[in-house]
């Protein structure tokens, strides 16, 4: 894993490991709920710049790297719906997939019926963005082997997220307002009609079969918040 320094919510950095073959970040004990509004975007830029890379099969049996227990596979809930990680018994922590802490961060969003019969009649089969199996689009809309929903990541959704966060960090801190100014300036351009009815679909539809649904969506929106 490699570690990255982030900005704490409240004062302070947080220091978050990641295996970036394996699409898992590690955070520490209430680490993921500590994370600035600054460092939810930084690590969404990281998911992004390693996008291409190949993705490592993750093993069956983990392990906690502070205690060493077996890690156990835990569900959970989130404002954007069911939510999946590894956690220490312990408490030492909680290994999460790149698809999960961007479902639990809000930046996803589940297809409307209309979209997956679209999406159904143009991709026969997508790979699974949480565990990397096959998803069978036309008998399935999850995983047989995780459960994982289809979720896409759009524009809207990743606007609506950054106001939320930002608004209640300001509170706490005044740098904060200067991000969300910032922030707004980048994507409110991504909440115009066209674009965001071009990067709801189009990388889905141009996909080839077992693609990986998150991987397209995060290099389409990555690249148009790049240029604007």
Not at 96 to 123: G, I, Y
Not at 202 to 219: K, N, T, V
Request: glycine share 4%; charged share 20%.
């Amino acid at each position: 894993m490699q570690t990255l320094e982030l900005p704490r919510r409240a004062v302070g950095s947080l220091q978050i490991d990641l295996c970036y073959a394996c699409c898992l970040i590690w955070f520490d004990q209430s680490e993921s709920t500590q994370l600035a509004p600054a460092a939810v975007l930084e690590l969404f830029q990281q998911i992004h710049a390693r996008r291409e890379g190949g993705r490592s099969r993750v093993s069956a049996s983990l392990s906690c790297p502070r205690c060493t227990q077996g890690l156990v596979l835990t569900h959970d809930l989130c404002k954007s719906g069911p939510l999946q990680y590894f956690r220490c018994p312990d408490h030492d922590g909680r290994l999460t997939p790149f698809f999960q802490f961007l479902r639990e961060k809000q930046f996803l969003r589940a297809l409307t019926p209309s979209e997956l019969k679209h999406v159904r009649a143009e991709v026969k089969q997508l790979q699974c963005s949480n565990c990397g199996a096959p998803v069978d689009l036309e008998h399935s809309t999850s995983c047989s082997y995780c459960g994982s929903a289809i979720a896409v990541l759009d524009a809207d959704a990743v606007k609506e997220a950054i106001q939320m966060w930002t608004t209640e960090d300001a509170r706490a801190r005044i740098a904060a307002a200067e991000a969300f100014a910032r922030a707004q300036n980048i994507y409110a351009s991504a909440s115009s009609a066209n674009a965001s009815q071009s990067l709801h679909l189009d990388p889905i539809l141009h996909a080839e079969p077992g693609s990986d649904l998150m991987q397209l969506c995060i290099s389409a929106l990555g690249d148009f918040l790049t240029s604007v």
